[in-house]
Nanobody
Framework: EVQLVDSGGGLVQAGGSLRLSCVGSGISLGNSVIGWFRQAPGKEREGVSVFNGYDGSTYYADSVKGRFTISGDYAKNTVYLQMNSLKPEDTAIYYC???????????????WGQGTQVTVSS
Protein backbone atom coordinates (compact mmCIF):
# COMPACT_ATOMS: atom_id res chain seq x y z
CA GLU A 1 0.00 0.00 0.00
CA VAL A 2 1.34 3.41 -0.98
CA GLN A 3 1.21 6.08 1.68
CA LEU A 4 2.46 9.66 1.72
CA VAL A 5 2.76 11.61 4.93
CA ASP A 6 3.31 15.33 4.55
CA SER A 7 4.17 17.57 7.47
CA GLY A 8 5.96 20.74 8.48
CA GLY A 9 3.29 23.36 8.02
CA GLY A 10 2.55 26.05 10.55
CA LEU A 11 2.02 29.72 11.21
CA VAL A 12 4.82 32.08 10.25
CA GLN A 13 5.21 35.79 9.68
CA ALA A 14 5.83 37.20 6.25
CA GLY A 15 9.47 36.84 5.33
CA GLY A 16 9.83 33.71 7.43
CA SER A 17 10.64 30.15 6.46
CA LEU A 18 9.20 26.67 6.75
CA ARG A 19 10.34 23.27 5.57
CA LEU A 20 7.76 20.75 4.47
CA SER A 21 8.48 17.02 4.38
CA CYS A 22 6.86 14.25 2.39
CA VAL A 23 7.70 10.72 3.49
CA GLY A 24 6.70 7.91 1.19
CA SER A 25 6.09 4.25 1.96
CA GLY A 26 5.21 1.57 -0.52
CA ILE A 27 7.03 3.49 -3.25
CA SER A 28 10.63 4.23 -4.13
CA LEU A 29 11.72 7.79 -4.67
CA GLY A 30 14.09 6.62 -7.36
CA ASN A 31 11.14 5.39 -9.40
CA SER A 32 8.73 8.20 -8.67
CA VAL A 33 7.93 11.81 -9.30
CA ILE A 34 6.92 13.81 -6.24
CA GLY A 35 4.99 17.01 -6.58
CA TRP A 36 4.00 19.65 -4.08
CA PHE A 37 0.67 21.31 -4.62
CA ARG A 38 -1.26 23.91 -2.69
CA GLN A 39 -4.85 24.96 -2.44
CA ALA A 40 -6.08 28.17 -0.92
CA PRO A 41 -9.73 28.71 0.04
CA GLY A 42 -11.84 29.36 -3.04
CA LYS A 43 -8.95 28.67 -5.41
CA GLU A 44 -7.97 25.76 -7.60
CA ARG A 45 -5.19 23.41 -6.61
CA GLU A 46 -1.87 24.75 -7.91
CA GLY A 47 1.30 22.87 -8.73
CA VAL A 48 4.13 24.47 -6.76
CA SER A 49 7.17 22.30 -7.31
CA VAL A 50 8.15 18.89 -8.63
CA PHE A 51 11.03 16.55 -7.88
CA ASN A 52 11.76 13.93 -10.48
CA GLY A 53 13.21 10.99 -8.60
CA TYR A 54 14.42 9.36 -11.80
CA ASP A 55 17.01 12.03 -12.57
CA GLY A 56 16.81 14.59 -9.76
CA SER A 57 15.46 17.32 -11.99
CA THR A 58 13.16 19.92 -10.51
CA TYR A 59 10.38 22.30 -11.49
CA TYR A 60 9.07 25.43 -9.84
CA ALA A 61 6.02 27.52 -10.49
CA ASP A 62 6.87 31.11 -11.36
CA SER A 63 5.20 32.27 -8.17
CA VAL A 64 7.76 30.49 -5.99
CA LYS A 65 10.95 30.57 -8.08
CA GLY A 66 13.89 31.88 -6.12
CA ARG A 67 12.10 31.39 -2.80
CA PHE A 68 11.30 27.66 -2.61
CA THR A 69 13.72 24.78 -3.00
CA ILE A 70 12.73 21.15 -3.48
CA SER A 71 15.09 18.30 -2.69
CA GLY A 72 15.02 14.56 -2.23
CA ASP A 73 16.68 12.17 0.20
CA TYR A 74 16.69 8.80 -1.48
CA ALA A 75 17.86 6.96 1.62
CA LYS A 76 14.93 8.30 3.62
CA ASN A 77 12.45 8.18 0.74
CA THR A 78 11.62 11.76 1.59
CA VAL A 79 11.14 14.94 -0.41
CA TYR A 80 11.52 18.33 1.22
CA LEU A 81 10.18 21.72 0.24
CA GLN A 82 12.18 24.53 1.78
CA MET A 83 10.11 27.70 1.68
CA ASN A 84 11.85 31.00 2.31
CA SER A 85 10.71 34.62 2.10
CA LEU A 86 7.16 33.51 2.63
CA LYS A 87 4.35 35.84 1.64
CA PRO A 88 0.73 36.01 2.81
CA GLU A 89 -0.32 34.77 -0.63
CA ASP A 90 1.54 31.52 0.07
CA THR A 91 -1.12 30.69 2.65
CA ALA A 92 -2.78 27.40 1.66
CA ILE A 93 -2.99 23.71 2.43
CA TYR A 94 0.05 22.06 0.93
CA TYR A 95 -0.13 18.50 -0.38
CA CYS A 96 2.54 16.19 -1.68
CA UNK A 97 1.68 13.69 -4.36
CA UNK A 98 3.39 10.80 -6.11
CA UNK A 99 3.16 9.71 -9.71
CA UNK A 100 5.19 8.50 -12.63
CA UNK A 101 5.09 11.53 -14.89
CA UNK A 102 6.90 14.79 -14.23
CA UNK A 103 4.07 17.26 -14.43
CA UNK A 104 2.65 20.22 -12.57
CA UNK A 105 -0.89 18.98 -13.22
CA UNK A 106 -2.60 17.28 -10.32
CA UNK A 107 -4.27 14.71 -12.54
CA UNK A 108 -0.84 13.20 -13.31
CA UNK A 109 -0.49 12.02 -9.71
CA UNK A 110 -1.95 8.86 -8.25
CA UNK A 111 -1.24 9.15 -4.54
CA TRP A 112 -1.69 12.08 -2.19
CA GLY A 113 -0.71 13.06 1.29
CA GLN A 114 -3.24 14.34 3.78
CA GLY A 115 -2.10 17.95 3.51
CA THR A 116 -0.42 20.38 5.87
CA GLN A 117 -1.61 23.91 6.56
CA VAL A 118 0.72 26.82 5.89
CA THR A 119 -0.39 30.21 7.15
CA VAL A 120 1.66 33.34 6.54
CA SER A 121 0.66 36.43 8.47
CA SER A 122 1.37 39.94 7.25
Amino acid sequence: EVQLVDSGGGLVQAGGSLRLSCVGSGISLGNSVIGWFRQAPGKEREGVSVFNGYDGSTYYADSVKGRFTISGDYAKNTVYLQMNSLKPEDTAIYYCAAGGLASSRSRSYDYWGQGTQVTVSS
